[in-house]
T-cell receptor, first 111, second 117 residues
Framework: DGGITQSPKYLFRKEGQNVTLSCEQN?????MYWYRQDPGQGLRLIYY???????QKGDIAEGYSVSREKKESFPLTVTSAQKNPTAFYLC??????????FGEGSWLTVV | AQTVTQSQPEMSVQEAETVTLSCTYD???????LFWYKQPPSRQMILVIR??????QNATENRFSVNFQKAAKSFSLKISDSQLGDAAMYFC??????????????FGTGTRLQVTL
């Protein structure tokens, strides 16, 4: 089935650790995105990529990094520099100006 | 910068009744897209309806319709014949049609809709 797959669904991070969230899509979409969701704040854009090997910072990029080596994949690394990483993370993709579609999300908790 | 405002944190509707969720936005652009997304307890974001700003006709999708007032920068969602499965968080979102900022989808803070028997 076509869609956006995020893994893992639940992830726990220790203080000072880097963790990577996976996002894969088989929709042949050019653009991919990462959003963070906190209670009462809607979704905020972390990074986005419109083309392979290129990406731009969103509104809250500090403490995060991404790569776009393949069209289908857009992994997000939450680094130790992100001081408050506990949140729900949503990956999304789109083609041109069409609708942006979302994956099922990943929960990250700091322990 | 564009902003999206949803002034109703929570709404309640009885099953089979109609409810309207409000959304206003601020932009200096003339060409853009507006969306309503639904987020059920599973947390996945599901597209409900989409409106192109250049279209005067309001979008409809089965029981869902919008009232798009471009001059007033208002984009409300009407849900008719409400069903228990409509209970969710609803987000209004804005997307520019300008190439340089095309990727940016800006969300409101959401409205939690409760459907009662």
């Amino acid at each position: 089935d076509g869609g956006i797959t995020q893994s893992p669904k639940y992830l726990f991070r220790k203080e000072g650790q880097n963790v990577t969230l996976s996002c894969e899509q088989n929709l042949n979409h050019d653009a991919m995105y990462w959003y963070r969701q906190d209670p009462g704040q809607g979704l905020r854009l972390i990074y986005y990529s419109q083309i392979v090997n290129d990406f731009q910072k969103g509104d809250i990029a500090e403490g995060y990094s991404v790569s776009r080596e393949k069209k289908e994949s857009f992994p997000l690394t939450v680094t130790s520099a992100q001081k408050n990483p506990t949140a729900f993370y949503l990956c999304a993709s789109s083609f041109g100006f069409a609708t942006i579609y979302f994956g099922e999300g990943s929960w990250l908790t700091v322990v | 910068a564009q902003t999206v405002t949803q002034s109703q944190p929570e709404m309640s509707v009885q099953e089979a009744e109609t409810v309207t969720l409000s959304c206003t936005y601020d932009t200096s652009e003339s060409d853009y897209y507006l969306f309503w997304y639904k987020q059920p307890p599973s947390r996945q974001m599901i597209l409900v309806i989409r409106q192109e700003a250049y279209k005067q006709q309001n979008a409809t999708e089965n029981r869902f319709s919008v009232n798009f007032q471009k001059a007033a920068k208002s984009f409300s969602l009407k849900i008719s014949d409400s069903q228990l499965g409509d209970a969710a968080m609803y987000f209004c979102a804005y997307r520019s049609a300008n190439t340089g900022t095309a990727s940016k989808l800006t969300f409101g803070t959401g409205t939690r809709l409760q459907v009662t028997l």
